[in-house]
């Protein structure tokens, strides 16, 4: 998946006759839907609706409003991260955190051009009456959490997004040539350029008139193809075949119970394998030595007490979730080779992932799970995916000058509530091993997420004269002197904290070649109240004096 930030554009077209009569110029009918609209939402973080006053604007004006002549044609509130609902009588809107099902009148929008609702929080199958936008160029549904099978009648579109959604069952359309009245399902849209249906759980094969389409438009699912990367056959299984309850209504009453009575029979057969099982190994654990090794492979070990309740993963599972790691926003390999790898390393590694997944606070990065395969030799944490990248990066690179002074003073907020929950709320305590802009990782809405990357960094790379060298079978194992118990440096992370304080308002990297150390620049300027203001980031045109005094005052302690 081709990294990008989750707050898209948010696009609604439509011409004449889509709404009715006037308010001022713009018809009371559309202010009508605009007003159902924001009924629908109940968080609305940045104010962006504030201006929307139903009783003396005019709709034009409003923030994301743009018209033509007497008609609302466009409204574009993207990257703003309100959550709501979709109201029956609202209409389409995207790239937010929308939930629900997608409504079924929908399908009265008879002048919609284009409907884009990607990357909401939408559930449900995709309504059937879908299929009466019969003015509809371009619908756009990918990443949301949409179930069911693809509708069989779908407009006249050029451009359709399905993608990255749990849809199930075949894809209409023939799988022979076909022409005229024998064309059905997707093969009915002449006039379709480009479609993509790729992460799903589509099922059985392409339609022929879809051929044309590039291969990968469809990898990430469960189709017969063995040029497409599909998913794994346990995830596969877990799909039902398409005609599954047709099947299961037209089998005799005789048969359904001789099942019943089967699966019975088997599911007790098993509870009592499981109970023996278990049983068993509570009376006589097993021993394993960590530090076999054999010529070739050494032996993984794995504490199922010490992962319990933690995912793991396959490579396989995670190649399909990021498109064969073209994304690794949320994916962090640990790069060592195999045979440099040790028994040490392993329960270190399995240390990590169990005290990573400890942390649960909205301030933090959340550890969703761990990879381990031995073909190819791979280890792997998988984190909650952050799509505004690091703080680093919207300081120091172009792209960041948007930066305003509340959103820094927001994050700054974050970072300490971080820390606070990481020293003080948890036993036990959790220090970020290098804590400066780049283990800041921001999501969608700019919330700063604190996520320690580097310690397994450290633990690689650290020389043997700070460390425990030891060796086994002619291999070497840097061991840390703290392998027990982590490093907890929270002085160390609380003068870090002082100098993050100093690089979020000053724009600068805590260190420049050309400028030094960035707290013995700012030394002279936050020591005098009558040059306070030369600490801020010349970018900024806003700040307020009391709560750069505040942060001053700080970091000066």
């Known amino acids: 998946m081709e990294m990008k930030h989750l707050g898209l554009f948010i696009l609604f077209y439509v011409t004449s006759g889509l709404f009715l009569p006037a308010y001022g110029d713009v018809q009371p009918v559309e202010v009508h839907a605009l007003n159902s609209f924001k009924e629908g939402i109940y968080e609305d973080p940045f104010l962006v609706l504030s201006d929307w006053n139903f009783f003396d604007s005019d709709p034009c004006n409003w923030v994301g409003v743009t018209c033509s002549g007497n008609q609302v044609k466009k409204l574009n509130i993207s990257g703003s991260s309100i959550r709501g609902f979709i109201a029956e009588e609202g209409r389409v809107l995207h790239g937010n955190k929308l939930i629900g099902p997608i409504p079924a009148s929908i399908g009265s929008l008879k002048y919609l051009k284009v409907l884009d609702l990607s990357n909401n929080e939408l559930t449900g199958p995709i309504p059937s009456e879908i299929g009466n936008l019969v003015s509809i160029i371009t619908i756009n549904l990918e990443s949301n959490g ?19 959604n749990r849809l199930h069952g075949t894809i209409p359309g023939a799988y022979a040539n076909a022409s005229g009245e024998n064309k059905h399902g997707f093969c009915r849209l002449s ?12 099922t059985g094969r392409i339609p022929k008139c879809l051929e044309y389409l590039p291969r990968i438009n469809f990898r990430g699912n469960c189709l017969s193809y063995k040029d497409i990367k599909r998913r794994t056959d346990e995830q596969c299984a877990l799909v039902p075949p398409a005609n599954a309850l047709n099947t299961r209504d037209s089998k005799p009453a005789w048969l359904l119970a001789v099942e019943v009575v089967t699966g019975v029979t088997v599911g007790s057969l098993f509870l009592i394998a499981v109970f023996t099982f278990v049983l068993r190994c509570r009376s006589k654990p097993s021993i394993l030595n960590i530090w076999k090794k054999s010529r070739r492979h050494m032996a993984v070990y794995v504490d199922s007490n010490m992962l319990k309740g933690v995912t793991k993963y396959s490579r396989q599972e995670l190649e399909v979730a990021c498109e064969d790691f073209s994304n690794i926003i949320a994916v962090i390999s640990v790069c060592v080779k195999e045979e440099h790898w040790t028994g040490h390393l392993e329960l270190y590694y399995q240390k990590e992932v169990a005290d990573l997944a400890r942390l649960n606070h909205e301030n933090t990065g959340k550890l969703l799970g761990y990879c381990i395969d031995s073909s190819p030799f791979t280890r792997m944490l998988v984190f909650e995916y952050a799509s505004n990248g690091t703080l680093y990066e919207h300081l120091h690179y172009e792209e960041g000058c948007h930066l305003s002074w509340s959103r820094r003073m927001n994050i700054i ?8 929950y990481l020293h003080t709320e948890i036993e036990p305590p959790f220090t970020i091993s290098e804590l400066n802009s780049s283990a800041v990782y921001l999501t969608e809405d700019y919330s700063p997420k604190l996520v320690d990357f580097e310690s397994w960094k450290t633990i690689v790379t650290r020389p043997e004269n700070s460390a425990h060298s030891i060796s086994h079978e002619g291999d070497i194992c840097v061991l840390p002197s703290s392998f027990e118990e982590r490093d907890l440096d929270i002085q160390g992370n609380i003068y870090s904290f002082g100098v993050l304080l100093l690089e979020i308002v000053s724009g600068r990297p805590s260190f420049c070649k050309d400028k030094g150390c960035l707290v013995d620049w700012a030394k002279d300027y936050i020591e005098n109240q009558e040059q306070m203001g030369s600490v ?4 900024l045109k806003y700040f307020k004096d009391a709560d750069l005094k505040v942060i001053c005052e700080v970091v000066s302690m």
């Open 191 to 202: 006039s379709l350029e480009y479609a993509d249906f790729s992460y799903n759980f589509l």
């Open 536 to 539: 801020v980031d010349p970018a």
């Open 413 to 420: 907020i974050g970072v300490a509530k971080g820390l606070r």
């Open 146 to 164: 949409l179930t069911g099978q693809l509708p069989f009648k779908i407009g006249n579109l050029q451009d359709l997004r399905l993608d990255r």
